[in-house]
């Protein structure tokens, strides 16, 4: 069983169709990426996801569950995870209460001491920050925190909302290798992405979205050799 399964989903705002029927799985410790433009559709999938946005039709299930059917605070406690796009740090808390807060739905101290260590042997800036008010943090470190949180919620499940959007390219090499690290150490994560080039080095599968649809699917590898993602997203 997968552990995502999407089938028929149609996502509208109003009389906007912003999903138009898509289908996409994700298996436990796959890391899978969704490529697209900007107003493809993808974050408008994360939302339905999540249950922050109701589908028109169609079908999600994840983890054996109906999704459509759960409220949306039950999915932290099952292990789903979303870094939105912009971030959404609690500016007015410390680096450090925001990492706690990612684990608010936990009760194991000593376990989430050890990964708040392990946050910041990945992030050394933010152990150098600890005590700063996310609200003054870098648009980098921003996201780093935003990832850190998503580890602490210790998610079966991670979903990134193009992280690397907005950042100096320096700082874009590090997130994807992060996120290729937080991949290694067993967790499934849904990645999607403008940076079409980048996801793909990272990620074991991909789909491409264009106007609300799937319009490409297939191993990472392939997709970044094909020549229609050549020419659409990769600009060669
Ligand atoms: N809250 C909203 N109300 C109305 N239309 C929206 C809303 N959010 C997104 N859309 C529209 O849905 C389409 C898909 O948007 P989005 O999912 O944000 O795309 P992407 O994340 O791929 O850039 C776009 O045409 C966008 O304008
Ligand atoms: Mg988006």
New binding site residues.
Partial sequence: MSLLEVKKLEVA??G?Q??KGIDLHIEQGELVTLI??????????L?TLVGLVKPKSGSISYDGNDCTKIPVHHFVSKGLSLVP?GRGVFSRLTVEENLRMGAFYRNDPNAINAEIEHVYELFPRLKERYKQLAGTLSGGEQQMLAMGRAILAKPKLLLL??PSMGLAPIIVQKIFEIVKMISQQGVTILL?EQNAKLALEVSDRGYV?ES?KITMSGPAQELLHSDAVKKAYLGE
Avoid: F, R, S, W
């Fill in positions: 705002y109003g906007i912003a999903v697209g433009a900007n107003g493809a559709g993808k974050t408008t999938t939302k796009e909302d193009e999607v979205m609300g």
